[in-house]
């Protein structure tokens, strides 16, 4: 807070002044440092237009710690005059002064004194004139009394030179009467309080105006990571079309589950090391299904329910290979192949969690991504079916070019007749990548910037609410 | 996907006409390709090198069309051609044909018995007085090509050879020798190799290197040799300079060698279908003789052409079209698939053409009927179940969770599940061998090499990846581990945790304390040793000593936390104290009262489809009921329509939560549309009514949930409304059928209709405590309506003195309703100063 007392003086001197005051003649005036002073203007630049004040700018010259120095206790080259006694001084006694060398050399040059180095015991001074005149210790006085103007510029850097002084530039300012001035100003206060609320103060007291431009104070907050807000958007979307969340929290799955249920054929790209995570611990699964692992191999060897089969030698040593899961299709064969063990009634099921591929990672495709997937199985589903179910949800997601993120499709009956399910029952499916669609949504070009541990915190934070529908 | 790169000239030139790219584009959609591209030689050499090295490249415009994977017809320039001029009804598919050589001997294979142990089928053709051009030779090898990448897996499973016939004599022999065995002058080489020589000269060979591994480490090397010794190819590598083919060879022998015989055949009927085209006698095959080791002789090509029975009906209700049977059959014509009506029902048989082996289930064929309509022309329809979502617990409560960690300052990351063997061991202080970690056995790096077991390393990678972020950071992931676990089917299980940090300049230990408690909060369990939560002193590895606690609930371990050891800060590379909380979160999950999904599978399999037991039978046509009579009355008259309406009040359908068969019997009783005073018969009536067209689709309905009964004779198996269809049985069914149906209407007509009753007890309040009891009484029980008896009293004190007079009574449901009750009771506005339902009961 600025010193009342000096806003008052500089409101009284403002309203004397004709034009304005310069604040670094009032803080002469008033005897106070030209800080105060400012303090005083900026305090009443905040409470509106009092006064209105214009920054200036002045040079002006200032002794040094030196410079004052001398101007206390003269010149070196004068010191060294007066301790010279008319017998003479031995050079070697006034070196030890401490103004002796500069003194020396300075009177030497201004030939206030002589040197006779023929004397015995060394050097010896004398003094060469009677009297001096120490102009460089009057020359001081006169800028220490702000008289500068009566030196030349060229004694002026002769004695900058000598480091006796400097220039400074002055900051002030210049002080007129702003549009509302007055010299008695109401305090403004900064908040409403509850001693103002309690009092009804507020109703007299001025606020000060609050900065609008700047920023608020950020908050201290948790977030929600932004593919996980994707999900639950998902999550949400499923729901609403009455889909039953199937638990997908295997991420171990036998190559029987994820490839062989589904009627993909062992020799398929897809079962390569290349592209697939097996395991080494626990490396296989042994139990199975019998009727229906047999049932499988059948429809794979030699075909059978309606199928001509893939016609190749099925082995269960590649069944029985565990694998990190490629898709959680793997989930939907169990959940269908128990649904086929019921009394059947017909479902809607949908899951949204990690696959694994064993791809060669870039800025799209990384080891393990998420999978959404949604399965309808009912009586005599049609592909109009599919084509209804997918325009409902790919409308939900408020995406136009829905072909391009997914896969859809019907299950092969190779796929559910052995599984036990009735023979007209159809069951309609689709998938997409969790990562993909948010990829597009949010324009993110690296998924690297979207999942895993080297993900940006600052985008986490930063990141708005889902709302997949806009 | 393959993708096939053809000539836009040569492809307008062979279709007859020339398209803009958006017409050819339009054409691929239809036919149920994808044109993927439109470049040149010269754009793809720049594209993937550089421009200077395109420079003599050609510029002429090149289709890449991508190809259905299973689709081998579509391949080549050749085989596109037809399938399209086919599909617009400009060409009719050719009849492949094998025929006899003219010297009525045919060229012999023999197979020994050596290439068992290394490659031991193989079959083979002739393609004879054959004109090649440039474009059909580029064409022809380029098929080859594009075979060996698709279904020969990389040469692995088929590998082709096709030579100059006229240079070679037969009969050949396909043998297998040990590699220095074998020695020949390979293709475009000039001089002789052994087989060992060439392994090592095609190590640096960019295309062919790729192969080796095939054979590489058999002790023997499959070769074909004529009947001079000349070696033809020593598949799958290699064929020899000897035989090779060029532009003026007329007759090509092909041989296809493979360790799977289906596929030989497919890749073998597959090049000739195609290539035959150039034959003087187009389209026939010359067939080739294969002699196995046990003596066993056959001919190929096989080019099969199969057949398949389905109905028109069939097809229209997978795709959910109403196309007559002559239009279905038209459809599949134009896909290749030659079809016929037989003219038994809707039956339409379809002939499957030995270029499309993609088919080999009816379904494949209603796809192509579906391709050929248009999937843009099929009407997009929703499922009609009614099923109820449920969310999987463990999801729901980690949502739920989520939010609520989120909402305490924590900020939510996302992890991988796989991490390296030193993330979860050593540099926690850990022995891999006790985290019980499941292993990868192929990972491609170090960061894949097992899946996690805890979240804890996931969370503190994140932050040294976040170091420059402003403390402190407060990061949370609620995510699965997996586990080995020998009771689960696969070995292993996914456990969900909730893992969190805090890391600043201190520890901060009571922050994840105080986040620990809220969790606590949050799922409702009190600080309470024994029936509840505390935490204990504990020692870990992972934690510093004495700054770790166990948390315990209901006197079970959950999880640790505690600041971590200054050991496992440094190996994550950080450098600020930190603490952080792990625990399980599935011991909160609670009871479910629904039927939930799981895991688990039976193994033991109960099944029930045709194929599997003579059971199951496909539910048809049903003979609707023609009566009004039902269980609920003579839907003729008033009563039944109401009853009819009160037992809809509260249901959606006849029977359980679909539409089915009991919908339409039902509606079919009824005589005309309901008064919509009706509202819920009118609700019920308009929605049945929507499933007119497809409603012999609808699901039977078990036989005891039909129009129940509740005589005490009646036996469910009598009425068997919806028996067998068996075809020979039909006649015979039918008329059982009408019987019991009479019968049973003649039962049912006797039974008075059922009459929904409830009973009310009333609260009547008086004014004050000077009301005359005994008058209101007398006015409330003066109050009568058709269908209403009232019942006993009692006078109740509320205080002050006054009493109210609590009044059963029992009310015909759709004669008498509370209001109107309420209303006449108020009506004595000088006694009564309110009624209220004290309590309501269905009869």
Avoid at chain 2, 56 to 65: H, P, Q, R, T
Wanted: glycine share 6%.
């Amino acid at each position: 807070m600025a010193d009342t007392g000096v806003v008052e003086a500089l409101l009284l001197g403002l309203e004397k002044a004709e034009d304005g005051v310069d604040s670094l003649e009032l803080s002469s005036s008033l005897g106070v440092e030209h800080q105060v002073v400012v303090g005083a203007v900026k305090s009443l630049q905040s409470v509106g237009e009092v006064i209105s004040a214009e920054q200036r700018s002045s040079k002006h010259w200032q002794l040094t710690e030196e410079g004052v120095e001398i101007s206390e206790l003269g010149s070196h080259e004068a010191r060294v005059f007066e301790c010279i006694p008319v017998e003479g001084l031995l050079q070697s006694e006034l070196m030890k002064l401490p103004f002796g060398k500069i003194g020396f050399t300075k009177a030497m040059s201004n030939k206030w004194i002589r040197v006779d180095k023929t004397s015995e015991g060394g050097p010896l001074i004398f003094r060469s004139v009677q009297t001096i005149v120490d102009q460089v210790r009057e020359k001081l006085l006169n800028v220490l009394n702000g008289k500068d103007a009566e030196l030349e510029e060229k004694e002026k850097s002769e004695l900058k030179k000598r480091r006796l002084l400097s220039e400074v530039t002055v900051k002030s300012y210049w002080i007129t009467k702003g549009s509302s001035f007055s010299t008695t100003i109401t305090k403004q206060e900064t908040e409403l309080t509850p001693e103002m609320i309690v009092s009804g103060n507020w109703k007299d007291n001025k606020f000060k105006p609050y900065n609008f431009e700047a920023m608020g104070v950020p908050l201290d907050c948790g977030h929600l990571h932004p593919l996980m807000k994707v999900r639950t958007q998902f999550r949400q979307i499923f729901l609403e079309m009455g889909f039953t969340e199937m638990p997908t929290n295997n991420f171990i799955e036998s190559s029987f589950w994820n490839f062989d249920s589904l009627f993909q054929p062992q020799q398929h790209p897809a079962r390569d090391q290349h592209d697939t995570f097996f395991l080494s611990d626990p490396a296989l699964t042994l139990d199975f299904p019998q009727d229906y692992l047999q049932r499988v191999k059948k429809v794979h060897t030699e075909g059978g329910f309606g199928s001509q089969g893939y016609k190749y030698e099925w082995k269960v040593e590649e069944a029985q290979k565990n694998i990190l899961r490629t898709h959680t299709t793997a989930v939907s064969a169990r959940m269908l192949y128990k649904l086929a063990q019921q009394k059947f009634t017909p479902v809607k099921y949908f899951s949204i969690d990690r696959v694994f591929r064993n791809e060669t990672l870039d800025a799209t495709h990384l080891a393990e991504f998420h999978q959404i997937e949604g399965v309808v199985a009912d009586y005599d589903l049609t592909l109009g079916d599919l084509m209804g179910v997918l325009h409902q949800f790919f409308t939900k997601l408020g995406l136009e070019k829905w072909v391009e993120v997914g896969n859809s499709g019907v299950f092969r009956p190779e796929m559910l007749l052995p599984m036990g399910l009735p023979e007209d029952v159809s069951v309609i499916a689709w998938g997409l990548s969790l990562e993909r669609p948010t990829m597009i949504k949010y324009g993110i070009n690296n998924i690297r910037e979207l999942v895993g541990h080297k993900v940006n915190l600052q985008m986490v934070y930063d990141g708005p609410i889902c709302r997949l529908d806009t | 996907m393959p993708t096939v790169g053809v000539k836009r000239d040569l492809l307008f030139k062979a279709l007859g006409r020339s398209y803009t790219d958006e017409e050819f584009d339009e054409l691929c959609f239809q036919f149920g390709l994808e044109l993927d591209e439109i470049t040149s030689e010269k754009e793809l050499i720049s594209k993937e090198q550089n421009d200077s090295k395109a420079a003599g490249a050609s510029d002429v415009i090149l289709y890449k069309i991508d190809v259905p994977a299973n689709r081998y017809d579509l391949l080549c320039l050749e085989g596109l051609v037809r399938g399209l001029q086919v599909f617009k009804n400009k060409l009719e598919a050719p009849r492949y044909v094998r025929v006899s050589p003219v010297s009525g001997q045919p060229q012999k294979l023999i197979i020994t018995k050596e290439t068992a142990a290394v490659r031991p089928y193989a079959v083979a053709a002739v393609l004879r007085d054959i004109t090649f051009t440039q474009e059909r030779y580029d064409s022809f090898i380029e098929l080859q090509e594009k075979l060996h990448q698709n279904i020969c897996r990389k040469r692995s499973i088929v590998a082709i050879g096709t030579h100059d016939l006229d240079t070679t004599s037969g009969p050949f022999t396909y043998t297998a020798k040990p590699p220095s065995e074998i020695c020949f002058q390979p293709l475009n080489q000039t001089k002789e190799f052994t087989a060992t020589e060439l392994m090592s000269l095609y190590r640096t060979d960019s295309h062919l290197k790729h192969y080796l591994h095939i054979i590489e480490d058999k002790p023997v090397y499959p070769v074909i040799y004529d009947s001079n010794g000349i070696v033809l190819s020593m598949p799958p590598i290699i064929n020899g300079d000897h035989t090779k083919i060029s532009l003026k060879t007329k007759n090509v022998f092909i041989e296809c060698t493979a360790t799977d015989l289906t596929k030989a055949k497919v890749v073998l009927d597959t090049l000739v279908t195609m290539f035959s085209q150039y034959c003087s006698q187009p389209f026939t095959v010359e067939e080739a003789e294969v002699v196995y080791p046990d003596g066993k002789t056959c001919l190929y090509p096989e080019l099969p052409y199969r057949k398949e029975k389905l109905s028109g009906e069939f097809v229209n209700r997978k795709i959910g079209i109403n196309e007559s049977t002559e239009t279905v059959a038209q459809l599949l014509t134009r896909m290749c698939l030659l079809s016929k009506l037989t003219g038994v029902g809707d039956q339409i048989e379809v002939e499957i053409p030995p270029t499309r082996s993609d088919i080999i289930h009816a379904c494949d064929i209603v796809e192509d009927a579906a391709i050929a309509y248009g999937f843009n022309n099929i009407t997009r329809t929703t499922p009609r179940s009614y099923t109820v979502a449920t969310q999987f617990p463990l999801n729901k409560l980690t949502e739920l969770l989520r939010q609520d960690v989120a909402a305490a300052g924590f900020t939510e990351v996302l992890t991988f599940a796989l991490c390296s063997k030193e993330d979860v061991g050593d540099k926690l202080g850990k022995k891999i061998s006790e985290t019980g970690a499941a292993h990868i056995s192929n990972p491609k790096t170090a960061e894949f090499q097992v899946a996690r077991t805890t979240l804890l390393p996931g969370l503190l990678k994140t932050i040294a990846a976040n170091k420059k972020m402003p403390l402190p950071l407060k990061l949370f992931e609620i995510s699965d581990v997996v586990l080995k676990d020998k009771s689960k089917d696969v070995g292993a299980r996914n456990s969900r945790r909730f893992c969190a940090v805090y890391y600043n300049k201190s520890p901060g230990f009571e922050v994840i304390h105080g986040l620990m408690d809220r969790t606590m909060q949050l799922l409702g369990v009190k600080p309470l040793r024994g029936e509840g939560y505390h935490i204990q002193a504990a020692e870990d590895s992972i934690f510093f000593p004495g700054r770790c606690a166990e948390i315990f609930v209901d006197g079970k371990s959950v999880g640790r936390l505690g600041v971590l050891h200054p050991n496992v800060v440094t190996r994550f590379e950080l450098t600020m104290p930190c603490s952080a909380l792990e625990m399980d979160i599935e011991p909160f999950l609670g009871q479910s009262a629904e039927a939930l999904l799981t895991l688990d599978i039976p193994m033991q399999g109960v099944f029930k489809n045709k194929y599997l037991t003579q059971e199951g039978v496909r539910p048809d046509q049903r003979a609707p009921l023609t009566s009004t009579k039902t269980v609920f009355g003579d839907l003729s008259s008033p009563a039944g329509l109401a009853a009819l309406d009160s037992y809809l009040s509260d249901k959606s359908y006849v029977e359980g939560f679909m539409a089915t068969q009991a919908d339409t019997a039902m509606f079919d009783a009824l005589p005309s549309a309901p008064c919509p005073t009706l509202c819920h018969l009118s609700r019920w009536y308009n929605h049945i009514r929507s499933f007119q067209t497809e409603r012999t689709h609808l699901p039977t309905v078990k036989k005891e949930l039909v129009l129940p009964l509740t005589d005490e004779d009646h036996d469910d198996d009598d009425i068997d409304l919806f028996g067998s269809d068996d075809e020979a049985e039909n006649e015979e069914a039918e008329r059982i059928k009408k019987q019991r149906l009479a019968e049973y209407e003649a039962k049912k007509s006797k039974k008075p209709a059922l009459v929904a009753k409830s009973s009310i007890l009333l609260d009547v309040k008086p004014w004050d405590d000077e009301t005359d009891m005994a008058e209101l009484e007398e006015r409330v029980r003066s109050v009568s309506m058709e269908g209403l008896l009232w019942g006993r009293s009692k006078l109740v004190p509320v205080g002050y003195g006054i009493r109210k007079l609590q009044i059963g009574c029992v009310v015909e449901d759709d004669k008498v309703g509370t209001d109107l009750l309420e209303e006449a009771i108020t009506a004595f506005d000088q006694y009564v100063q309110s009624v209220d339902v004290a309590a309501f009961n269905k009869i």
